[in-house]
């Protein structure tokens, strides 16, 4: 698990110097790798790509500064230091004009250097975590703690803490905001070790970019590809990675993702080397994976190298006593004041089949919080419901023969809020409580049945 060794490259003509500098930052558990003249360094580093660079100022072949800003042009995040062989002023303009990170002036002091080294990699560091929280921002909820006693829920807590004792590759599954998220969360805040927890939504990335975003690129190799970017799955190294609706992702990138699941090794786009990569990955999805299977749209193979473990989200309808404490701590949440739901509503609400699950719960209670008049919620008018005069209470007390498959009700549904919301698929799906995906989804399927 743990850090990575930070490579470093040298490129100096002193054979001594060289050496014995090599051996020192190895000591340090640096992976050091070194060259004797510009042409080779800058082979050295296509091939190495090291994160710092201790670059001479005087080669046989080239100036330092010029192999500098070639560097940097290969890749600007480079941090090279150069080494001057007299300190005066001019060097060290021209270096950092050059772009460079440091400079050092020889003879100089193994300490000096380590404290430049440490700067530079503090440096990388840093850059590292910006696009890590980049992911970060685009996750919709900090919902950290699973709320719910019911035996459902004890039995997914369960499995949270098996899955977080070992490494395997975990699937979530179940419906549209049954918490799939929050459960792949909590697998790895119980997972000791593990630091970035990355989300990436197999979804939303269209498809032309998806393979960019997650295998990473080199400089060049297409339009738009100025410098070379790692993919997530290189960031999330040593963390966990969540692939978001897994079902999603095109038939075409599912075999690549499957190499690395298999190698543990990610090569970039246009890339020649295989770069190893420690992630965790855990997939969610909310579609039934045995049938895009079937209908080849998904790998039979990819599917069981992730379904390691498995955890099955049931929806909160199959979990009724969850409904009332799920209801009170979001109503705490939002009011930010003591409020009491009428037993009434929570019973129209226990009722309820809740398609869009604990997120339209959720965004029920936050509405209603938003409405609230004295200290009483009034959750239970603003659940959706295909026609005003009849309540899902009413419904549930029809005969069996009435009882219609739950797949048509959400189809009739988001027919429904599709209408009241004048078409816009971005707006039911938020009026559900359901995701996007989910609504166009259901919208195609509609369109294949025909009806
Ligand atoms: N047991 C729970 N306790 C508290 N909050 C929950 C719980 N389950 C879900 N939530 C909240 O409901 C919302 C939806 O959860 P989440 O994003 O994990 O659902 P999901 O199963 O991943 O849905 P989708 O398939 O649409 O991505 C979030 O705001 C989350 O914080
Ligand atoms: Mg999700």
Redesign the pocket.
Known sequence: MGKKAVQVLIIDDDGLFLASLSDYLSAKSYKVSSARTGKEGMNVFERQQPAVVLLDQKLPDMEGIEVCRKILEMDPRTKVILVTAFATVRCAVDAIKAGAFNYLSKPFELDELLIIMDLAIKNVEMEGKIRVQDYERTR??K?K????SSEE?RRVREQIRLAATTDSNVL?T???????????RAIHDLQAGRENFLTVNCSAIPENLMEAEYFGHEKGVFTGADTRREGIFELADGGTLVL??IGEIPIRLQSKLLTILEDKCVRRIGGGRNIPVDVRIIA?T?QHLDQAIREKRFRQDLYYRLAVVTIQ?PPLRERPS?IPE?AE??AKLFCRKPVSILDQDMKKMIDYPWPG???E??NVIERASLLLKGDALRPAGLLVSSDNDSTWADRRSFDAAEIVPLQDLKRQQILTALKACAGNKSRTARTLG??L??VKRTLAEINIAGN
């Open positions: 919709e909820s919902q703690q699973l709320i719910g829920m979530i179940g419906e549209t905001g049954v918490g799939k998220n929050v459960v792949a978001d609706e969610t909310n989200v969850d799920i701590y979001f699950n604990v997120r719960l959720r359901i995701s995906s989910t």
